[in-house]
């Protein structure tokens, strides 16, 4: 069965700098993956996805994620983080036709 | 745009009262998705649809049933509600087919089991 792991339950990050949330995830053959947000009492907005072709894929919202078969990680970037951008972000991993595996999510705090 | 409408923002029911959440989709979409959402434990998935009238557990079915009349509805029913369903619940929708596709997700609803 797959799995995801978000290790970083909180961060913050001073607004203008660069961001990283790491995911790793678990899965015998190459996976779909997901990254998501959520900002307050909303539901979950698709920021980007990977299932094939090229390793780094660019988002709404300015963000890219970089996927890396040898680390099973698929890490979600921004050079430049905006107070808006404070939310929880979730990454997911899904194989087949099968469900999708959240990840328990990391809450970005915007410090000014 | 996908639109998938949950009927409640916030719910307050009462132990042991039958409750229903409602959600409808837009897109003609095959596949529907139930999920409770709690701090700390991410989302869990409660039950899914692939068609009309099919049904699935997902992760955590204890408690709850779904119904699927019509494609683009797919409720979910806690047959005698307890103060440990006290939750924010998703519902999402995604288009048949491999796995690559999003799904799409509602803005929540927020149930509080007094």
């Known amino acids: 069965a797959q799995s995801v792991t978000q290790p970083d339950i909180h961060i913050t990050v001073s607004e203008g700098a660069s961001l990283e949330l790491r995911c790793n995830y678990s899965y015998g053959a190459t996976p779909y993956l997901f990254w998501y947000v959520q900002s307050p009492g909303q539901g979950l907005q698709l920021l980007l996805k990977?299932?094939?072709?090229?390793?780094l894929v660019q988002g709404i919202k300015g963000f890219e994620a970089e996927f890396k078969r040898s680390q099973s990680s698929f890490n979600l970037r921004k050079p430049s983080v905006h107070w808006s951008d404070a939310a929880e972000y979730f990454c997911a991993v899904g194989a087949g036709y099968s469900t999708l595996t959240f990840g328990k999510g990391t809450m970005l705090l915007v410090s000014p | 745009d996908v639109k998938v409408t949950q009927s409640s923002r916030y719910l307050v029911k009462r132990t042991g009262e039958k409750v229903f959440l409602e959600c409808v989709q837009d897109m003609d979409h095959e596949n529907m998705f139930w999920y409770r959402q709690d701090p700390g434990l991410g989302l869990r998935l409660i039950y899914f649809?692939?068609?009309?009238?099919?049904?699935e557990k997902g992760d955590i079915p204890e408690g709850y049933s779904v119904s699927r009349e019509k494609k683009e509805r797919f409720s979910l029913i806690l047959e005698s509600a307890s103060t440990n369903q006290t939750s924010m619940y998703l519902c999402a929708s995604r288009i048949q087919g491999d796995g690559n596709q999003p799904q799409h997700f509602g803005d929540g609803t927020r149930l509080s089991i007094l």
């Open positions: 649809s692939y068609d009309v009238k099919m049904k």
């Open positions: 990977y299932f094939s072709g090229d390793t």
